[in-house]
Structure formats: structure tokens, C-alpha cells
């Protein structure tokens, strides 16, 4: 060996789904989810006050800056919770835990009442800062004040200082295969 990096060995076979087939955007999209089906996320239930309060089970969450503290998450602007958000300027976030698969199967759920009345059948309390709802037997929970508004295709990006940050105990509820899963461990991975 002369010291020299050696190079990841790829895999010799093809993917299976490509994710692009010519100029069809129906087979990308298709492509796309059965490709992102293949991550696990943890789960979340975005949530905001004021006339349009409203709470959204959404797995398109994660942390960006530890200085200053900001996340983001990413929301259809088709869906209810876009307007809600802009509407606020700010968010909260309940990260579920494994006894919470209801939680996330109602606020994923069109059937549920509209506005603040769609709280009135889940624990909650409300956020010191901004008093947007937080699920109670959350892992953690977050406010944050909307920062930014950023474009990205058929959703937006919004960007959140964090104002509040704090941490329940449990397991945490995964997405994958399109599907929930409960995660069990008993001690932190270690990197090497």
C-alpha cells in the first residue's frame, strides 16, 4: 500500500427503478417516492396558531444551523399548513414518539375538524413562547419564529429560529416503506 486513497467499490448492478425514464414527470415522481421510501425519518406534527390554526403530520423536518438555532421543514403549498404558517410567522414542532402512531395517523388525516377545534381530541399544552399547541408525551418540541420562505418546486422551505427547545423521553416513531415503524434501542449508535 502506498499511502494513496483508495476509492468506495460501487455496486456493479443497475438500480432497479431508475429515477428518470425520458420526459416522463409522472414516472420521476413515482421513481422518486419509491426511492425516498427507502429512508427512514423520524416523525413530526407541525403546528400553528391564529385564524387559520392547524396542525400536520410531516416527516420533511431537520435541524440547520446550531448558531443561531434554526430548522426547517418543508410543506406543500397546496396544503392547509403553508397558509397557516405564513399566516402565524412562526411554528411549533412535536417530534412523536412510538406511542403516538394515533397522533400521527389523525393530523395525516383529512377528516378532522378545521382550525383549533381539530386539537380538541389530542393532549396538548402550549408553547411559553408563542402558545402554538405541542403534543403532550412528545420526544421534544420546538418553537420557532418563521425566518425565511424559500421556494422548492411544488412545496415551500420554511426556515425557523428556534426560540424554545426541549426534550421529552420515549422510542421514536419512524417512517418507512411507507409505513410506520416503531423504533426500539436501548443505547446510542456509536460513529466511529
Known amino acids: 500500500m502506498t499511502g494513496e486513497r483508495q476509492e468506495p467499490r460501487l455496486p456493479s448492478t ?9 420526459n416522463e414527470q409522472e414516472t420521476s415522481k ?20 391564529g385564524e387559520r390554526a392547524h396542525g400536520m403530520t410531516a416527516n420533511a ?13 418543508c410543506v406543500a403549498r397546496t396544503a392547509r399548513m403553508h397558509d397557516a404558517i405564513l399566516d402565524a410567522r412562526n411554528f411549533g414542532v412535536s ?5 403516538q402512531e394515533g397522533v400521527a395517523r389523525y393530523f395525516a388525516s383529512r377528516d378532522r375538524p378545521a382550525g383549533l377545534a381539530q386539537f380538541d381530541r389530542v393532549d396538548w399544552f402550549p408553547g411559553r413562547h408563542t402558545g402554538v399547541p405541542l403534543m403532550t408525551g412528545s ?24 426560540l424554545s427547545a426541549s426534550r421529552g ?7 418507512l416503506h411507507g409505513g410506520f415503524h416503531h423504533h ?7 460513529s466511529a
Do not use: K, N
Request: aromatic fraction near 8%; hydrophobic fraction near 45%.
Open 14 to 22: 443497475a438500480p432497479a427503478v431508475p429515477l428518470l425514464r425520458g
Open 30 to 49: 413515482r421513481a422518486l417516492r419509491e426511492v425516498m421510501a427507502q429512508f427512514a425519518t423520524g416523525i413530526t406534527v407541525l403546528t400553528a396558531r
Open 139 to 162: 420526544l421534544a418540541w420546538l418553537e420557532c419564529d418563521l425566518s425565511e420562505v424559500y421556494e422548492g418546486g411544488d412545496h415551500s422551505i420554511f426556515l425557523g429560529t428556534v
Open 95 to 99: 417530534v412523536l414518539s412510538t406511542e
Open 169 to 175: 423521553a420515549g422510542q421514536a416513531l419512524l417512517f
Open 184 to 190: 426500539h434501542s436501548t443505547s446510542p449508535a456509536r
Open 61 to 73: 423536518f431537520t435541524s440547520v444551523s446550531l448558531d443561531p438555532p434554526m430548522v426547517l421543514c
